[in-house]
């Protein structure tokens, strides 16, 4: 019961933590101020992954043509 109670403790402040996020992306947009980077849901995973993945699916596409 304790090791439930504790992964969820540890969602729950995962989840905070992206709430804010999004909470000041959207005041920043809102005010036309420079909206913060994207973070993940899991504070070790970095954008670098998603934007490798976006670079790939260019690369496929330019040699498609």
């Known amino acids: 019961m304790k090791l439930l109670q504790l992964a969820l403790l540890v969602l729950l402040i995962l989840l905070l933590r992206k709430l804010f996020w ?6 920043r947009y809102y005010h036309g101020q420079e909206t913060p980077d994207p973070i993940s849901f899991l504070p070790r995973r970095s954008g670098r992954i998603f934007d490798e993945h976006v670079r790939q699916a260019q690369n496929d596409g330019d040699r498609a043509k």
Do not use: T
């Open 22 to 27: 999004c909470l000041l992306w959207l005041w």
